[in-house]
Every structure is written in C-alpha cells, then in structure tokens.
C-alpha cells in the first residue's frame, strides 16, 4: 500500500515523503500548495497523513479536545492559533481538501514516542539527516500504521498504537 506524509511548513519548504509498504519511494521538498499536493499524490497514496492541525477549535480559540486528551496522555501539542500556528492550521485545512486519497492529522515527534521509535533511528533507517524530511518519514510511517489498523483515533488526530516498519 503507498501512503504520504507531509511535514507542513509555513515559511520555508515543505518536506514529503511515500512509501510503499515500508520501502521509501520518494522524498523531497515542495513550496505552493499546488506542488505539495502534486508531489504528495504522484504515486496516488491511500493515505495522507499531514503534521498540522486539520480542525479549529471550538468557540475559535484554546485547546482542542485532542490536545486536552494528548496532552493527559503525555503529549504535548501546540494550540492551533497560537501564534505561527494560526498559519500552519489554516493550511493544513485548506490543503486537507485538495486531496483524493484519505488524509489524517498526525504529529511526528508524538507518532514516534508512540511507537518507542527516536529520529535516531529513523536517521540510521533511512540514512537522512535533515529534521523535516524525518517528520515527513514519521508522517508516512504514521500512515502506515494507520493503514494497517494500528492507531488510536482521538478526534481527528491519529495515534499510532504500535511500531511498524522499523
């Protein structure tokens, strides 16, 4: 099964990572939104998971109720307007729907705590350096997961609940 995962950025290039199975196929940078969502969906993912909150929280302001619930867990997530957020959610909304293939909202650094997983790892996995094109990785690796029924929903945030691939 290919899936994508997106390591969304606001001011700098977003990272983008597909794999196939558990084979990496691609992995690179796009800018407008139009090329992330080519690039993403080259190879026609199933899944998309993409690092940015896709909802608003109610009444427009605070915490959403997946990050009072993640963050109960052990989690921590920033609030989708505060600050340089505001900006990340916007696009992550606006992009969610530019999509065919399914998407989820994900968060790398929390997807691999999940699956006992380090970027280290990843890092020595994949011989990649660079920490964007690692949360797209993890991105992918959360759709993964997600694919094969190994996550927890909270919200319309996934959480993996077991360490695939690696």
Same mark, same amino acid.
Request: with cysteine.
């Given at each position: ?61 605070? !915490? ?52 006992? !997983? ?15 094109? !690692? ?32």
């Amino acid at each position: 099964m290919i899936v994508a995962g997106i390591d969304l950025a606001v001011a700098k290039p977003t990272a983008v990572a597909t794999l196939d199975g558990c084979s990496l196929v691609y992995l690179g940078l796009a800018s407008a939104d139009e090329e992330i969502v080519y690039t993403a969906s080259l190879l026609d993912p199933a899944v998309v998971a993409i690092d940015a909150p896709l909802t608003l929280p109610e009444g427009g302001r605070g !915490l959403r109720d997946v990050e009072v619930e993640l963050r109960r867990l052990g989690y921590r997530l920033l609030p989708p307007l505060m600050g340089p957020m505001r900006g990340l959610t916007e696009r992550g909304i606006r992009l969610s729907r530019m999509f065919r293939a399914e998407v989820i909202e994900i968060h790398p650094a929390t997807s691999l705590k999940a699956m006992g !997983l380090s970027r280290g790892e990843l890092r020595r996995r994949f011989g990649i350096g660079h920490a964007d094109l !690692l949360d797209a990785i993890a991105a992918a690796l959360t759709a993964v997961a997600y694919a094969e029924g190994r996550y927890k929903r909270i919200g319309p945030f996934v959480l993996p609940t077991a360490r695939v691939c690696v």
